[in-house]
């Protein structure tokens, strides 16, 4: 059983920055693809990018070169650097696992990100 637990949200204004990490427990973390998802007030949950171990980060398209996905496996973290905020980047921010056999799906419970001056 994986669980997750994200820390890092709260406010910031437009054009600022916060990092949001996810640190996991269960598992063996190196095998588990971490990926960071985000809800929106009536909007449906949507993919941020994702990390797989030895591999390069991927990211939506609406996020390329504002955010960036990091991972430390000795401490089983997984972090997501946002830069430049935008206002609709206000979201619920989840961080998701696939499990040490790629078969999973893990969610942590989330962290507010409010973007507004």
């Known amino acids: 059983q994986v669980q997750l637990v994200e820390s890092g949200g709260g406010l910031v204004q437009p054009g600022g920055s916060l990092r949001l990490s996810c640190v996991a427990s269960?598992?063996?973390?190196?095998?588990?693809?971490m990926s960071w998802y985000r809800q929106a007030p009536g909007k449906q949950r949507e993919l941020v990018g994702t990390?797989?171990?030895?591999?390069?980060?991927t990211y939506a398209d609406s996020v390329k070169g504002r955010f960036t996905i990091s991972r430390d496996n000795a401490r089983n973290t997984v972090t997501l650097q946002m830069n430049n905020l935008k206002p609709e980047a206000t979201a619920v921010y989840y961080c998701?696992?696939?499990?040490?056999w790629g078969t999973g799906a893990y969610w942590g419970q989330g962290t507010q990100v409010t973007v507004s001056s």
């Open positions: 998701h696992s696939n499990g040490p």
């Open positions: 269960g598992g063996i973390f190196s095998r588990q693809a």
């Open positions: 990390i797989r171990s030895g591999g390069s980060p």
